[in-house]
């Protein structure tokens, strides 16, 4: 369903996104993994055609069409969406009107309810007065909403708190379970075990894709060996535990 070959970004002059490859299939639900800062978040972007995200060199395919070069609405067009890492706050703007933009023909109880909310709030606003979990399950509901063929999640279980986590886990199944093809980016191991495949991003490449489990072995085994990111030198460091 979707494919991608090659894929570099610069931001700042530095080299995010290092020639990525990789391919995922219709109705799975496919884990990015690696470090933070390794470019995760700025592949969904570059998928989903954010403006300063485009592709220096490569492509991206969907669906068997090149939607290297198309805008973030085209993409949206074609059913791609986005959860974002970091929800957007929407001043002005009620819980039940945002959903409503998103599909107005939508049941927006049912949505709330699927992602653990009460009615209550949809008279709320979008502002940032709603907490980061609220929002984090909101934005959720909100791509649900849209119906998209892929879904790519940016860290929805973050922010969410433990009882719920299962629940949030449930929604994601569901959804694939719906004929939604997702791209899942999670730091957790339990979520890890909801998806079908796996790739692990380091440095702006594809280090390794298999099933789940195995790239988490690999993660673990070869990603704590690479110390360069915490080189800290501990006498240096003046504080007061
Ligand atoms: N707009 C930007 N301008 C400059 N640098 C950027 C920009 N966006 C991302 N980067 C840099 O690209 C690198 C990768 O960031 P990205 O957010 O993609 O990482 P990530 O893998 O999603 O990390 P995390 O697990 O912490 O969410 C980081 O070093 C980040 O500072
Ligand atoms: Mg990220």
New binding site residues.
Partial sequence: MLKIENLTLE??G?Q?LNGINLSVNKGEIYALL????????????AVMGCK??EAGEGKIIFERNEITRLSISQRAKLGITLAW?KPAVFEGLTVEEYLKCKNNDTNVHGLLSIVGMSSIYLNRMVDDKLSGGERKRIELASVMAMKPKLAIL??IDSGIDAPSLPFIRKTVQKMRDNGITIIL?S?SEDTLNICDRASL?GA?QVLKTAYPKIVKEFFTKHCKQCNHLYEIDWKEIKYDF
């Avoid at 690696?34 to 972007?45: F, P």
């Fill in positions: 931001k700042d530095r995010i690696g470090r933070n800062g390794t470019g995760k978040t700025s592949l969904a972007y300063g995200y890492q940016d860290e980016i730091h991003i702006g």
